[in-house]
């Protein structure tokens, strides 16, 4: 019988402890460029991560500096982050995942880096009142969101 392996590479993503370990898929509302597929170019841009497997909390890593826990609350969990590009140079994070307080899945970088573009920023009502996280079932959350805006477009012609 074979040991599982120390390290098991898979998409961008390292399981510390073997393929049983949590997946974590580390994506951007914003296209990613460069020689290695890793860089963003804009000014803010949201964060996605999507935990499955497992796991008790999930956190970013930014520019080498652990960013605060968010507890994972479900078998299938999403979270977004909207961050700003910082004017000059470029920000790096990562994701990782943690069980019993240390990281068992780590992901790949992505470089944030600022660029021009012109694109509308969310306000804090869009923003979720600055929350950025979202629960298992997120899907859909999209027709919501339309209506909400619709809603607001009333409100506001009143």
Same mark, same amino acid.
């Given at each position: ?12 993503v $390292?399981k ?11 994506? +951007? ?11 963003? #170019? ?7 991560? @999507?935990? +499955?497997?497992?796991?008790e ?5 930014? #520019? ?7 507890? $994972?609350?479900?078998? !299938? ?6 961050? !700003?590009?910082?004017? +000059?140079?470029? !920000? ?5 995942v943690?069980? !019993?307080?240390?990281?068992?899945? &780590?992901?790949? @970088?992505?470089f ?7 694109? &509308?920023?969310? +306000? ?35």
């Amino acid at each position: 019988m074979r040991a599982a392996p120390l390290l098991s590479f898979l998409a961008g993503v $390292v399981k510390l402890q073997g393929p049983e370990d949590p997946m974590v898929d580390f994506t +951007t509302d914003v296209p990613r460029k460069g020689d290695k597929s890793d860089t963003v #170019n804009d000014e803010f841009v949201v964060l996605r991560v @999507h935990v +499955t497997g497992g796991g008790e909390s999930f956190r970013f890593v930014k #520019n080498g500096t652990p960013q605060p826990e968010v507890t $994972v609350t479900g078998t !299938d969990f999403t979270y977004e982050l909207l961050v !700003d590009a910082p004017k +000059t140079g470029e !920000d790096r994070y990562r994701a990782e995942v943690l069980v !019993d307080g240390k990281p068992r899945t &780590i992901s790949s @970088h992505v470089f944030v880096k600022y660029a021009t573009t012109g694109r &509308i920023r969310p +306000t804090a009502e869009a923003e979720n009142d600055g929350c950025g996280c979202s629960s298992p079932g997120r899907r859909g959350s999209g027709a919501v969101a339309l209506v909400a805006l619709a809603a607001l477009a009333l409100r506001r012609r009143r």
